[in-house]
């Protein structure tokens, strides 16, 4: 029966609907509208003029009545935002002056008049920038740390699971779908460490740098280095402003490396889980179809987040090129920063929630995989390294040994007795030490031979397992930190009493 109510005209012959996330993660923008850059920043926005003002209160520079007019006002914003009934007015150019005259319409310019006071909209955009992308860089950072979890968690479970592995994309070595797995995983937590750094310069405070040269007020930037969470203060005013693009290409530049690894991982998954090679299974939930081939499942989430990194990284470019050149001080090429980061964030942001549950759905086809690790001569080189232990020879020569007898076992596509005896023989040594290439034959025997550190055995596979989960754990746990930090400085600003 056909589902009249699926929105999508190709699905009819899965088993379930398609995830819907993913679906739009595919669409992408063809049917989807973008925001108002400031409209994004609406929030922040909002909090930045509760820090400065209550800054202005504890210093004696405006009175309780006017904070308390201030605050009011914020918060009757903050709730018009909250319901989907605030839109910025185009004419009232950016949304710094926009809540300025929200505040002053609803209190009177003697309150909203002085929100002003000591500050630029340079401080206070760039004051903006750096809470949008720390928010930013935290969700990645944990969006990245829950995938990389669940890759372990399959890669536990799979830890004997013994499949090819490939070099040129070409049948190499005997591997298994566990080290595999902790392969991305390793990649991941380097991503972490990127964006924990990127975020460590990021949460600086900015503000009270006013236009880039400070202020007469007696301005107290400590506390709304407090009041805003941020771990310091940015000091000099100048640097303050110059550097309003530097801290989206750093981000840009942790979620590029990041798109780069998640698109080799998209990869893989279109190979390994093409019918051809049926590795593995991509869960119905993520394959999308056709409009023409009723049959098709095909993994774009796949095409797609390829495409994305080529994307970030040619953001990434437009970024480190904006400033180049410029003069010390605010110049308005610097706007178009905003920009370019808001749609990297846009286009990548949900790539790693895709893929989590790409993982934690697919099927790995353990028996094909066996089946074709016992293929293609593929423990070549560890009858080679068995050569060269059992008769004390370099292993160059055992190398050119197993070279011939791949060649003399074809048409097989493993080696075989017969094969190798016969070229032990022809070069003088003796064929004894291969009565029986049974052990040598059996995949998961040759991964038992591997007990160096890092590599595929099933022992150091789920010690990685357990290392790299201890590395995802000690990488979260500041951020856990600064996560509760934010909250309880937001609250702090928010039920603020005069």
Not at 55 to 72: C, P, R, V, W
Not at 373 to 389: K, P, Q
């Amino acid at each position: 029966m056909i589902d009249k109510k699926q929105s999508q005209i190709w699905g009819s012959h899965l088993n379930k609907q398609p995830n819907e996330q993913n679906v739009l993660f595919c669409a992408g923008r063809d049917v989807q509208e973008l925001p108002m850059a400031d409209h994004i920043l609406l929030p922040y926005d909002i909090w930045t003029n509760r820090a400065h003002c209550i800054m202005l209160h504890k210093q004696g520079i405006i009175t309780d009545e006017h904070l308390q007019s201030i605050l009011a006002g914020l918060n009757q914003l903050e709730k018009h935002v909250d319901e989907g009934n605030f839109l910025l007015d185009p004419n009232k150019e950016d949304v710094h002056i926009n809540v300025e005259s929200f505040v002053t319409e609803q209190q009177g310019t003697d309150a909203g008049g002085r929100m002003h006071i000591g500050r630029s909209r340079n401080d206070q955009s760039a004051c903006d920038m750096r809470l949008y992308l720390r928010s930013t860089c935290l969700n990645m950072f944990f969006s990245v740390k829950n995938m990389a979890s669940a890759l372990l968690v399959q890669a536990e479970k799979n830890a004997e699971s013994v499949m090819p592995g490939f070099t040129h994309c070409q049948p190499a070595m005997v591997t298994s779908w566990g080290h595999w797995l902790c392969a991305y995983a390793q990649g991941l937590c380097r991503d972490l460490e990127r964006l924990s750094f990127s975020l460590s310069l990021i949460n600086r405070n900015p503000l009270g740098a006013a236009a880039a040269f400070g202020t007469s007020w007696p301005i107290d930037r400590v506390l709304t280095t407090k009041l805003l969470a941020f771990e310091k203060i940015e000091t000099n005013t100048l640097d303050c402003i110059v550097a309003r693009w530097e801290n989206e290409a750093q981000l840009a530049q942790a979620i590029t490396m990041l798109m780069n690894h998640l698109s080799i991982i998209a990869q893989d998954l279109i190979f390994l889980s093409h019918p051809y090679a049926g590795m593995i299974r991509i869960d119905d939930d993520y394959v999308t179809g056709s409009s023409i081939m009723p049959q098709k499942k095909n993994p774009d989430f796949a095409e797609v987040i390829k495409s994305k990194a080529s994307l970030a990284q040619g953001m990434l470019s437009g970024l480190l090129g904006i400033q180049k050149g410029g003069m010390s001080g605010y110049n308005r090429d610097s706007q178009v920063s905003k920009y370019l980061i808001m749609d990297l964030v846009r286009e990548c942001e949900s790539a790693p929630y895709i893929l989590q549950g790409v993982f934690e759905s697919l099927t790995a086809n353990t028996k094909k995989m066996k089946e074709l690790s016992e293929t293609d001569f593929m423990n070549s080189t560890d009858i080679a390294d068995h050569l060269a232990r059992k008769l004390n020879l370099p292993f160059r020569e055992c190398y050119h040994l197993i070279a011939q007898s791949v060649k003399l076992s074809a048409p097989e596509t493993t080696i075989t007795t017969p094969a190798l005896k016969q070229t032990l023989e022809e070069s003088g040594y003796s064929a004894e030490i291969v009565d029986d290439l049974t052990e040598l034959q059996n995949p998961l025997k040759l991964l038992d031979q591997r007990q160096h550190q890092g590599s595929p055995s099933p022992e150091q596979t789920m010690l990685q397992v357990k290392q790299l989960n201890e590395q995802l754990d000690t990488l979260s746990t500041p951020l856990v930190d600064l996560e509760k930090s934010i909250l309880e400085a937001q609250e702090s600003c928010k039920n603020y009493e005069v």
